[in-house]
């Protein structure tokens, strides 16, 4: 009975529409609605563009009620914004028994939030406004931590949870750029490309897991900046490419876009070092690392995968 229901759940949370099946291997197939398909060859870079731009030149479903989709993606919505405030409460929890140190707990807050959000997004159906709905939950968090951050509301849990000090006005400076990060790559890039995924792991994964190593580990600092490591900035190359990669993986196995080792290797790996060296500059004091990461990865990455359209709109 257990099964029954969990298979209900997740039958009723992954949208009902034609999954394209990319099997991990050089060849894909696309199945549009026309039920026409098209078999690439990914043998290099060149195909694997094409193949993602044939692969994403899928109509999206006229109509936004069309299937209970309003529906369907408010549901998904709402389950995801009760996920992200027990999650940040867990944290909470987790820091008010000392069973977490107040900077570990933030970071991470910091590595999981923007990863399991994005994780999220092949629940939403095809329709051309299920990114606005996805939105809508880290623009959410923006509202609370502007509120409590201003001191309109008090949270003392949140701003444990969250916060180096213990300091609300800390809300207002890395945690709301880092979810204002979260709602543009989620309208401007979707599931349209690459380079949302990887600007999320990037800032989330990368980022946060360099703060973490280094604060340990970091006794040999940057010869250009006494306040970063080399143990920290490279762990930040190797956690963010690989997290970028499984994040790749994880949205060709839903069915969004192909999957090709030797066609993404390469380009992910420039964009980790570029967004690693970024990231080990003396500027954190004046650019926060949670708007340069996530800005570099997304310039270079715009010049290296391909995407089929930015906002929704045809480049
Ligand atoms: N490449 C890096 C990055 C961070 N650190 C260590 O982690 C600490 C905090 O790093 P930072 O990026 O400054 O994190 P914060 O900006 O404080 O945290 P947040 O990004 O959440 O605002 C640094 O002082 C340093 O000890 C490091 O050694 N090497
Ligand atoms: C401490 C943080 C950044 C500082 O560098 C992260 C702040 C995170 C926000 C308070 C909460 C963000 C929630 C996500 C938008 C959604 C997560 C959903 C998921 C299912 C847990």
């Known amino acids: 009975m257990k099964q029954l229901m969990a298979l209900y759940i997740i039958s009723y949370i992954v949208p009902r529409r034609k999954r394209r099946c990319y099997p991990t291997m050089k ?30 030149s899928e109509k999206p479903l006229e109509g936004y ?22 999650w940040v409460k867990l944290f909470n929890s987790l820091t008010k028994h ?23 997004w092949p629940f939403f159906s095809v329709s051309p406004w299920a990114r606005y709905l996805a939105a809508l939950v880290p ?15 008090k949270d003392d849990g949140l701003v444990k949870s969250v916060s180096r000090e213990g300091d609300p ?14 709602v543009l790559c989620t309208v401007l890039f979707w599931r349209d490309s690459p380079v949302s995924v990887v600007s999320l792991a990037m800032m989330c994964a990368g980022d946060g897991i360099a703060d973490i190593v280094g604060r340990r580990f970091g006794s040999k600092k940057l010869p250009y900046n006494s306040e970063k490591s080399w143990a920290g900035s490279i762990t930040m190359f190797l956690f963010g490419f690989v997290v ?21 290797a390469l380009q ?9 060296l970024v990231e080990s500059l003396p500027i954190t004091n004046r650019f926060d690392d949670n708007l340069t990461v996530p800005l570099t990865t997304v310039i270079l990455g715009l010049f290296l995968f391909p995407t089929r359209s930015i906002a929704g709109v045809l480049p």
């Open 268 to 276: 992910l790996a420039a964009v980790s070092l570029a967004a690693t």
């Open 244 to 264: 970028s990669l499984g994040c790749l993986w994880y949205f060709s196995f839903m069915g969004f876009y192909p999957f090709d080792l030797q066609g993404v």
């Open 65 to 86: 009620l069309q299937a209970g989709s309003l529906q369907h993606d408010a549901g998904v919505t709402f389950l995801i914004l009760l996920g992200a405030y027990a």
């Open 98 to 120: 000392q069973i977490l140190g107040q900077k570990l707990s933030r970071k991470l807050v910091h590595i999981t939030s923007g990863l399991l959000f994005a994780l999220c």
């Open 139 to 153: 623009a959410t968090n923006g509202v609370r931590l502007l509120v409590y951050g201003l001191g309109i509301l």
């Open 169 to 182: 006005r800390e809300l207002l400076r890395g945690p709301l750029y880092y979810v204002m990060v979260l």
């Open 27 to 56: 060849t894909y197939n696309i199945c549009d609605p026309s039920s026409r398909t098209t078999t690439v060859d990914l043998t290099s870079p060149r195909e694997w563009k094409q193949g993602v731009q044939e692969s994403l």
